[in-house]
């Protein structure tokens, strides 16, 4: 069964540096996320793209946080500079539909982010 | 906006005893209601989602929901637990209000079958 592909799955690094997420959605899904899972709450939205586009960013941290989906297969999301609050489970996941109300989501195994 | 909520942190059952994880919801419209488990260093998985017709929906592993609207809740069940369903349970709502469809989770229930 396909799944969803993420790297690194653990990653420490000391505030203020760069760190960045690799995802690789199943084949043929449009529709990717990056969501960020604090420990004991649930996903929160970070970013949904649309193929190569971004729909909706609202969530996303502009000042230090940024994502791409270049050919709108993989995606990246890139963190410069970390801070200590940003440590937590960055999730991606992707969808075959284009979007709808009834859309199930695939996860990844997820990236867990520690700042020290 | 639409919501979700999920009273319990936790819940403890033995095995071979029915298990019930609630949730309660608040939305404007029809609701989109979904649960999803998460087991440890592992992302999401979807069990099953309520989007209209019969009140019971039939999910993965066993699972079923039942959407009550009058109650506004859509509580995950199984007739008989087992220790490997011991994970972390999400329920989540979709939510149109930005313009875009999004799921907005709630804070999770753990759940914990005991051999």
């Known amino acids: 069964e396909a799944e969803v592909a993420q790297s690194p799955r653990y990653k420490i690094t000391e505030k203020s540096q760069a760190v960045a997420f690799w995802c690789d959605p199943i084949s043929g899904h449009a529709t990717l996320y990056w969501y960020r899972q604090i420990l004991g709450q649930g996903p929160e939205l970070l970013v949904q793209?649309?193929?190569?586009?971004?729909?909706?960013d609202s969530q996303l941290p502009k000042d230090r946080f940024s994502a791409e989906r270049l050919k709108g297969v993989d995606s990246t999301l890139k963190i410069q500079p970390a801070e200590l609050g940003d440590s937590a489970m960055y999730l991606c996941?992707?969808?075959?539909?284009?979007?709808?109300?009834?859309?199930?989501?695939?996860f990844g195994p997820g990236t867990r982010l520690l700042v020290l | 906006a639409q919501s979700v909520a999920q009273p319990e942190d936790q819940v403890n059952v033995a095995e071979g005893n029915p298990l019930t994880v609630k949730c309660t919801y608040s939305?404007?419209?029809?609701?989109?209601l979904f649960w999803y488990v998460q087991y440890p260093n592992r992302g999401l998985q979807f069990l099953l989602k309520y989007i209209t017709g019969d009140n019971l929906v039939k999910g993965s592993y066993g699972f079923e929901a039942e959407f009550n609207k009058s109650q506004t809740s859509f509580h995950l069940k199984k007739p008989s637990a087992l220790v490997s369903d011991s994970a972390l349970y999400f329920c989540?709502?979709?939510?149109?209000?930005?313009?875009?469809?999004?799921?907005?989770f709630g804070t999770g229930t753990r759940l914990k079958v005991l051999a």
């Open positions: 989540a709502v979709r939510d149109f209000t930005s313009g875009t469809y999004k799921y907005i």
């Open positions: 996941a992707s969808s075959p539909v284009r979007q709808g109300a009834w859309e199930t989501q695939y």
């Open positions: 793209f649309q193929d190569e586009s971004v729909v909706d």
């Open positions: 939305v404007s419209g029809n609701p989109y």
